[in-house]
C-alpha cells in the first residue's frame, strides 16, 4: 500500500476536537463565552476535512443553574467548615513522643555478651549486655578478705578488752592491800618510834644514878679504907700490947673483931663502888640499846613509808591499768567501725560486680544499638535505647488557639505513616512555658530589637488505648501528625 493511499485514507477521517473541561467554581467571562457558544455537530466531509463545523451555543439557563448549584454546594461546604472550625483547633506542627531509655554502662568494662539484636522486644530486668567480670570479682575477693581481717581485729580487741580488766582489777587490788599494809606498817613503826622515844629518857636517867651511886659506893670504900686502917692500927697495937701483957686476950680478939669487920667493909665498899660502875655501864647499854630501838624504828618509819610510796605507785600503775582497758574499749569500737567499713566496701564490690550485667529498664524494643562484643567502655557510655509502649503526641499550637483549649478535650489525631486511620485521644495537659523558653539560647526581648511573632505552646495529647489497637508497635517516636482538638 502506497503512502498516497495512507494519506487519502487519513483524510477521510474526521478531527474531532476534544472537549474542554471547566470548572464552575473558577468561571470567568471567557468561559462564560465560551459556554454560550452554540455547539456544532461533527459530521464527515471528504471534501474538506481541515474546516470544522461552528459550535452551538449552550443556553443560558443552563448556565445560570450550574452556577446556582455550584453556589450552593460551596455555600454548603463553606458553612460546615465554618461550623467545623469554630469548635476545633487545628495544627500539623505535631510528632509521637513516647519514654526512650538510654542504656548505658555504670561502670568501666569490656563487654563479654551482647544478648540482643536490633528493634528486638525486651522485657524489664532483662539482661542485654554483659561485662567482663573478672576484675569486680577481685575486687569482691579483697573486700571479703579485707572483711575477715576488720573482724579478727575486732575479736582481739574484745578479748585484749577483758584480759586488761581482770589484771587491772588484780593489780588494783593488790596495790589497795598493800597501801593499807604499807601505811599500817608505818603506824606500827610511829609507835615503835614513840615507845623508843620514851625508854631512851629512862635509859639516861638510870645512866645518871648510876653515875651519881658510883662516888657514892668510892665515898664507902674511902670510909671503909680509913676504917679498915684504923681497925688495923688499933689491932697491931692491941696485939703489941697483948704481947707485952698489958691487955686481955678478949681485947686483942676484939681489936681483931674489928679490923676483920673494917676490911670486910671495905671489900663490900668496893664491890659496891664495882657494882656501881657496872651499873653505870648497863644503863649507858640501856641508852644504847633505846637509841638502837629508836633508830631501828626510825628506819621502819622510812621503810614504811617507802614502802606506802611504791604501794600508791603500784596503785597509779593499776589506775593507769583502767585507762589502758579504756583505751582497748576505744580500739575495739575502732575495729567495730572498721568491720562497718569492710561490710560498706564489700557490698560496694558487689555491687559493682552486679552492674557487669546490663538490663533492661522497663519492656519495650531495643532501638540505636550500636555496641559489640569486645569495645572497651566507660561509666555513662551509651549502649543502645528501649522505646517502651507508652507514647503520647505533643502537638505545638500557635498561642492565639489556646483560648478555649482545655485539659481532657476530646482530639482527633491522624499519623503521616497511616493517612487512611484516623486515632483518638484526650488533651492531657498544657506546658508552662513556651518551647523557646526552654531553648539552649532563649530570645532577649529587653535587646531592643523585638519583633512579635506567634510563639508555640506544647500540648500533651495522650493516645486512647482503644483506638490503638494493632497499632502498638508499629506507632513510633517521632512519627509526624496531624491532629484537631475539639475545644468548648
Do not use: C
Not at 189 to 213: D, F, M, Y
Not at 395 to 406: G, H, V
Amino acid at each position: 500500500m502506497s503512502n498516497n493511499t495512507l494519506n487519502g485514507r487519513k483524510s477521510q477521517i474526521p478531527i474531532l476536537e476534544k472537549p474542554e473541561i471547566i470548572d464552575i467554581d473558577t468561571v470567568t467571562p471567557e468561559t462564560s463565552a465560551k459556554l454560550e457558544a452554540p455547539e456544532t455537530e461533527v459530521h464527515p466531509q471528504p471534501e474538506t476535512p481541515k474546516e470544522v463545523a461552528p459550535k452551538k451555543k449552550k443556553p443560558i439557563a443552563l448556565i445560570v443553574a450550574a452556577l446556582g448549584i455550584g453556589a450552593i454546594a460551596a455555600g454548603s461546604f463553606g458553612y460546615r467548615y465554618w461550623q467545623y472550625a469554630s469548635i476545633h483547633e487545628q495544627t500539623d506542627n505535631a510528632t509521637v513522643t513516647g519514654n526512650v531509655h538510654q542504656v548505658s554502662s555504670r561502670i568501666p568494662g569490656t563487654i563479654a555478651q551482647v544478648l540482643v539484636n536490633d528493634n528486638q522486644l525486651v522485657q524489664p530486668g532483662e539482661i542485654l549486655v554483659k561485662l567482663d567480670p573478672r576484675d569486680y570479682q577481685s575486687k569482691v575477693q579483697q573486700a571479703t578478705a579485707a572483711l575477715e581481717n576488720a573482724r579478727s581485729q575486732a575479736q582481739a580487741a574484745q578479748a585484749n578488752i577483758a584480759l586488761a580488766a581482770q589484771t587491772t582489777s588484780g593489780k588494783t587490788t593488790q596495790a589497795q592491800g598493800d597501801v593499807s599494809s604499807a601505811v599500817a606498817a608505818i603506824s606500827t613503826a610511829q609507835a615503835a618510834v614513840k615507845e623508843a622515844q620514851a625508854g631512851i629518857p629512862a635509859a639516861q636517867a638510870e645512866v645518871k644514878l648510876a653515875q651519881a651511886g658510883i662516888p657514892a659506893a668510892q665515898a664507902e670504900v674511902a670510909q671503909a679504907n680509913a676504917n679498915l686502917q684504923k681497925a688495923q692500927a688499933d689491932y697491931n697495937r692491941y696485939k703489941q700490947l697483948y704481947q707485952e701483957g698489958a691487955i686481955a686476950r678478949q681485947q686483942l680478939d676484939t681489936a681483931k673483931a674489928a679490923y676483920d669487920v673494917a676490911s670486910a667493909q671495905k671489900n663490900a665498899a668496893i664491890q659496891g663502888v664495882e657494882q656501881a660502875q657496872a651499873k653505870l655501864a648497863s644503863a649507858k647499854v640501856g641508852t644504847a640499846k633505846a637509841q638502837s630501838v629508836l633508830a631501828q624504828a626510825q628506819e621502819g618509819v622510812t621503810s614504811a613509808q617507802a614502802k606506802l610510796a611504791a604501794s600508791r605507785g603500784g596503785l597509779q600503775q593499776a589506775t593507769a591499768g583502767g585507762q589502758d582497758t579504756t583505751v582497748k574499749r576505744s580500739q575495739y569500737e575502732a575495729a567495730k567501725a572498721a568491720i562497718a567499713q569492710a561490710e560498706a566496701s564489700l557490698k560496694d564490690a558487689q555491687l559493682q560486680l552486679s552492674y557487669t550485667n546490663i538490663t533492661a529498664p522497663s519492656a519495650g524494643r531495643v532501638g540505636n544499638k550500636h555496641v559489640e562484643v569486645g569495645n572497651r567502655v566507660q561509666a555513662g557510655t551509651p549502649l543502645m535505647a528501649i522505646v517502651d509502649n507508652q507514647k503520647w503526641v505533643v502537638a505545638n499550637f500557635k498561642e492565639t488557639q489556646l483560648e478555649n483549649m482545655r485539659p481532657g478535650e476530646p482530639v482527633e489525631i491522624k499519623l503521616d505513616a497511616f493517612p487512611h486511620h484516623a486515632f483518638s485521644g484526650h488533651v492531657d495537659s498544657i506546658s508552662p512555658a513556651s518551647g523557646a523558653e526552654f531553648a539552649l539560647l532563649p530570645p532577649d526581648n529587653a535587646t531592643g530589637n523585638f519583633t512579635k511573632i506567634v510563639q508555640r505552646i506544647p500540648v500533651k495529647i495522650v493516645l486512647d488505648q482503644k483506638s490503638i489497637q494493632g497499632y502498638e508497635r508499629r506507632i513510633t517516636p517521632g512519627m509526624s501528625a496531624e491532629v484537631a482538638v475539639e475545644v468548648k
